[in-house]
């Protein structure tokens, strides 16, 4: 073992991760809901949500695979730059949107929007499945970083598995979202340091750029003429799955508005910046003539060159900072994932009725089976081939869903049934091109004579779309039922809400709608709350003393500022949205039982 590299690394690793565990109390709320534990309870502003985003898209993806598909394979691994050049105007498009009418409905998944867009609950389960399944390998990919790095600092693969799980689980169980939320701004701090560092000093030790690049074999420093599709469809592919994945939900929903959204959305382009270096250390490792690793194949790339180059303390910082890098998304992903089982599959198919605390309860539970899972495709997965195509794994995926979720935010055309169906397709045949390819995710698709390598994942999705688009009209014609959507147009639109009626939504219900209450809000639960009126009430009358538990009780006396047990409905016009907006108090209050 390098002692001096253990104790900073130790030292650094430590103090992070008691941010995590004390996040807890940070903007103490009550974990025991899922809106808190799950959301944070959507408080976060532009800088927060600058780096919780981060935290979601700078992974051990970028840290690890990245430079290490570089290392191996050349200027293919430079995807990831046209990647997230494409990334930000899709996340721009879509995200703000969906934070809209997540806010005005109530929504904490994905899934909870695909039930009251499509009327199918069907279809609701395959896409929280789908996300659980697709996240699984990327949260795979952040332990497979952790264990590369530790590996490199002399520490046994088994207990370097085993530390890495468990602080993962602790603080994720315990703090919720705002664990990974509070740690991705040192995180953010200390990898931007780390890699500023790295290509500043490594160059300048192996003589600067120029003989850098003169190192490099022209192969792997011009892109060859068979691989520009894969290259094309890689980026494309990737930027249109990043915004499905659940934990990118998971920090747009944890925001206080759709403007943070599209702020943060504009601020985080500048990581970009750093992307490309960190994936030029990939040639900076051929350089300096880092070798693959029997175990580990190209992965070691970042970690043998920091060991290799820095000094023993620093580089024990560095690894440090990587090794947080990929326990923070992690953490998100596994937050993530398990709100979808919670939310859309345990309430809906085994307990309709369980309570915010229950649901939030095993919430947390399943976000321990999500890591077991995810350690389940570390063990299975052949080490030696490049990382990354775990994240392409799930982006076979995930990708599926595009056109209930994606689409589905735009228009209702597609028919519940043959979205199913071009589901159940492309991720059959997404499967099987990944497979036939020994989990490589690039399909060599032959079109006559021309053979062109594409992202699997595209070809799947184009199966899945094309299906979904002919079989819709069909369904229409034989009369089958397309299922209800719950959304208007005005749930889209950005406009002032009630916080009180926002936050009703913990629960929703799956049972049908009452047939007395409008569908618009039939699915928002009615809840006794204490409120607090800007104006004293009206005194109460002889007549109301007997009135029924469900009407309003006001206080006997105008000086008491406090109404108990008050009914706040859910709107149900645009009218009410007006008569809110206009209201002193804010709040649509139905009072029955007073008389002018």
């Not at 192969?219 to 659940?246: I, N, V």
């Not at 970042?302 to 820095?310: C, Q, V």
Request: one cysteine or more.
């Amino acid at each position: 073992m390098k002692w001096p590299m253990i104790v900073v690394f130790v030292m650094v690793f430590v103090t992070v991760s008691a941010l995590g565990f004390w996040a807890a109390r940070w903007r103490s709320s009550d974990l025991n809901r899922i809106q808190e534990w799950g959301l944070a309870g959507r408080r976060f502003g532009v800088v927060m949500a600058w780096f919780l985003l981060g935290g979601d898209v700078y992974t051990a993806h970028v840290l690890i695979a990245i430079p290490g598909l570089v290392f191996g394979k050349g200027a293919l691994g430079f995807y990831i730059i046209p990647y997230h050049i494409l990334l930000w105007p899709i996340i721009f498009m879509t995200l703000p949107r969906f934070w809209i009418l997540a806010r005005h409905r109530g929504y904490v998944t994905a899934g909870d929007f695909v039930r009251e867009r499509f009327g199918s609950q069907t279809l609701t389960l395959l896409i929280a499945l789908t996300g659980i399944l697709a996240t699984m390998p990327y949260i795979a990919l952040q332990i497979l970083g952790i264990e590369v790095v530790l590996s490199q600092m002399g520490v046994p693969v088994e207990l370097a598995l085993v530390i890495a799980f468990v602080v993962l689980a602790a603080f994720t169980y315990f703090g919720g979202l705002r664990a990974p939320a509070l740690m991705s701004m040192v995180k953010d701090v200390l990898i931007w340091l780390v890699i500023l560092i790295a290509f500043i000093y490594i160059p300048s030790r192996l003589g600067g750029l120029g003989h850098v690049f003169a190192s490099i074999p022209h192969t792997k420093l011009a892109l060859p003429a068979d691989q520009y599709s894969a290259y094309a469809t890689l980026a494309l592919g990737s930027a249109l799955a990043l915004f499905l994945y659940p934990h990118t939900l998971t920090g747009m929903l944890s925001v206080n508005s759709h403007k943070v959204v599209k702020r943060s959305t504009f601020l985080l382009p500048i990581n970009t910046i750093l992307l490309g270096l960190l994936t030029f250390l990939g040639y900076i490792a051929i350089a300096a003539g880092i070798h693959s690793s029997s175990v580990y194949g190209s992965n070691v790339a970042i970690p043998s060159l920091f060991d290799t180059m820095f000094p023993s303390w620093f580089a024990g910082f560095a690894f440090a900072a990587i090794t947080i890098g990929a326990l923070v998304p992690a953490s998100i992903m596994s937050i993530a994932a398990s709100s979808l089982f919670s939310r859309n599959i345990y309430r809906v198919y085994f307990r309709p009725s369980c309570s915010e605390e229950e649901e939030a309860r095993i919430a947390k539970v399943a976000s321990l089976v999500v890591k077991f899972g995810a350690l389940a495709f570390v063990l299975a997965f052949p080490t030696y081939t490049f990382a990354n195509n775990l994240q392409l794994l799930g982006g076979v995926w995930i990708m599926q869903t595009l056109p209930a979720v994606f689409l589905g935010l735009f228009t209702n055309w597609f028919h519940r049934y043959a979205l199913i169906t071009g589901w159940i397709v492309g991720m059959v045949a997404g499967t099987w091109m990944t497979l036939t390819q020994n989990f490589a995710s690039v399909f060599p698709l032959h079109l006559g004579s021309f053979t062109l390598p594409f992202y699997a994942a595209l070809v799947a999705l184009l199966i899945n779309l094309l299906l979904s688009w002919a079989l819709t009209p069909l369904f229409h014609a034989m009369n089958i039922p397309a299922g209800r959507d719950l959304t208007t147009p005005l749930d889209y639109e950005a406009h002032p809400i009630a916080p009180e009626l926002t936050d009703i939504p913990d629960r929703l219900p799956v049972s049908t709608p009452v047939p007395s209450v409008p569908p618009l809000r039939s699915l928002r639960p009615i809840e006794s709350r204490e409120v607090t009126l800007s104006t004293p009430p009206p005194q109460r009358t002889a007549q109301s003393t007997s009135s029924p538990a469900h009407m309003t009780h006001l206080p006997t006396s105008p000086s008491q500022s406090k109404i108990r047990n008050v009914r706040v409905e859910p709107m149900q016009s645009s009218s009410d949205r007006r008569a809110m907006q206009s209201s002193p108090d804010r709040r649509v209050i139905r009072n029955r039982d007073t008389q002018q």
